[in-house]
């Protein structure tokens, strides 16, 4: 176990003088049994009533109210602390619940409410006392992923996609029951914005994705919302693959290799790779035939970007600290080929096609897709003499470093300012020739401002003689 902040024992130790009792529950314990650093921090208050409660945190710091309906405390970024409740759902929605606070409730009946049992087992700050009254440790101990209550467990539709990316996160398998109660549930209450929250953890915080994946497989997940990723397991790939290999098969490799390339980026960055990396072939469903004894999908790369697209709006997918994720996805799967494509005309491929395929996407990103996209080709039950390497991403990355060009276009040289410099009107004449000269720069023909300029006056001087 990791020590316990000293916010937190001097929060129980007050709480203790009021004859009330702080006890941590949910993801500090559990990551602390794992050997995990906990994160965050999550205190469950009993035998005191909420507004003596309140009046004791306002000693500790700012507090901050969260959750209209379930009303949480926090104190700071990292301690959330709430108290022992019923609840009875309304309606449709992760809202519509009726809340009635217990401080006296009993421990084991405020925990039933909770999703896994993994997640309801608590700790005394002060004592360091395990309470675990639905086995979560064994549980733990086994890998096991199961539903603390299965009365309670449906109240939150949620708890589908939760369990599937704890199993990613954990490598965890879903205990047979829980599975088929999962399965029962509806999601069509689900709002975007909850659906990304577990999408994300699934992507990004698992070192094997694909777990998770499989498990929405299994819960009926795919199914009920993400037609383009479950349509992908109908698709048959490559004879070498039979008969794992359809696209769904090799797209779960896809994620896992994308996992692996992702660790220094920014965090939109890390978002954008999994997700071109999840949906590089949405387009196969529409495009694969059998032709010339094999198994064909030409044009899937710009056939993926509807399906793609609505991937996306139904994630509500738009921009994440100020970069454009949506835009950048769709590039990236409409381009994600053009690596291999490159490298197999690399003797007559220019130095512009490179520059201007830097204008449509991220180069960087588009070698870290790419080179998923490649070894994510090698599968155990493929012989090893058959498996693919990266050369021709490496190649193409080394290729755009050179030119400089892995994150962003060249700069346009010639800007409207100078075209006014040279005594030309505003006007569209200017977008036309800055445009036309840009071009040029593209493919080196213009390598400074004064070759801009010159370029820029042959235009003007070309289009007074005509």
């Not at 008969?243 to 896992?256: A, K, M, Q, S």
């Not at 700069?411 to 075209?419: I, T, Y």
């Not at 036309?436 to 720069?441: D, G, S």
Request: charged share 30%; hydrophobic share 40%.
């Amino acid at each position: 176990m990791f020590p316990i902040p000293k916010k937190i024992i001097d929060l129980a130790l007050a709480i203790q003088s009021k004859d009330g009792r702080a006890l941590l529950v949910g993801g500090s314990v559990r990551d602390g049994l794992m050997g995990r650093e906990p994160k965050d921090w999550d205190l469950e208050v009993y035998n005191i009533e909420p507004n003596q409660l309140r009046l004791l945190l306002d000693h500790f710091g700012s507090v901050n109210v969260v959750g209209e309906a379930f009303t949480v405390y926090k104190l700071g970024p990292d301690i959330d602390i709430s108290m022992p409740r019923r609840e009875r759902k309304l309606g449709r929605g992760h809202r519509a619940f009726l809340i009635e606070w217990d401080p006296m409730m009993t421990i084991e009946e405020a925990t039933r409410r909770r999703d896994f049992t993994i997640n309801a087992i608590l700790q005394d700050p002060l004592t360091a006392k395990i309470t675990d009254p639905f086995g979560g440790q064994a549980d733990l101990e086994r890998g096991v992923l199961r539903a603390v209550s299965v009365d309670t467990f449906a109240e939150d539709s949620l708890r589908v996609l939760r369990a599937a990316q704890f199993a990613a996160r954990f490598e965890f398998r879903i205990e047979p029951e829980t599975v088929e109660l999962c399965r029962t549930i509806d999601l069509s209450d689900l709002p975007a914005e909850r659906i990304w929250g577990e999408v994300e953890k699934l992507l990004l915080r698992a070192q094997r994705p694909s777990i998770g994946l499989g498990w929405l497989h299994a819960l009926g997940v795919l199914s009920k919302l993400f037609p383009e990723i479950d349509a992908l397991r109908d698709v048959p790939q490559d004879p070498i693959w039979h008969p794992e290999g359809d696209v769904f098969v090799h797209t779960r490799l896809v994620v896992d290799r994308a996992r692996e390339l992702i660790n220094e980026l920014p965090y939109a960055r890390r978002v954008t790779v999994m997700l071109a990396s999840l949906a590089h072939d949405f387009g196969k469903p529409s495009t694969t035939e059998f032709l010339e004894g094999r198994w064909r999908s030409r044009g899937h790369e710009e056939g993926g970007v509807a399906p793609t697209q609505s991937f996306l709006e139904r994630l509500n997918i738009q921009t994440l600290d100020g970069y454009d994720v949506r835009a950048q996805v769709i590039a990236l799967v409409r381009e994600h080929l053009k690596p291999g494509e490159f490298y197999n005309k690399r003797e007559e491929v220019g130095d512009g096609a490179f520059r201007r395929l830097a204008r449509r996407c991220e180069i960087d990103l588009l070698y870290r897709v790419a080179k998923a996209d490649s070894l994510g080709r090698n599968a155990d039950w493929v012989p090893r003499e058959k498996w693919y390497d990266a050369e021709a991403q490496e190649w193409f990355i080394a290729k755009a470093k050179e030119l400089e060009v892995e994150q962003r276009p060249p700069a346009p040289l010639l800007m409207g300012r100078h075209l006014l410099e040279m005594g030309l009107e505003p006007g569209p004449k200017m977008g036309e020739i800055t445009r036309a000269v840009y071009e040029m720069q593209l493919d080196g023909r213009v390598t400074s401002i004064e070759e801009a300029a010159a370029a820029a006056k042959q235009i003007l001087a070309a289009d007074e003689r005509g």
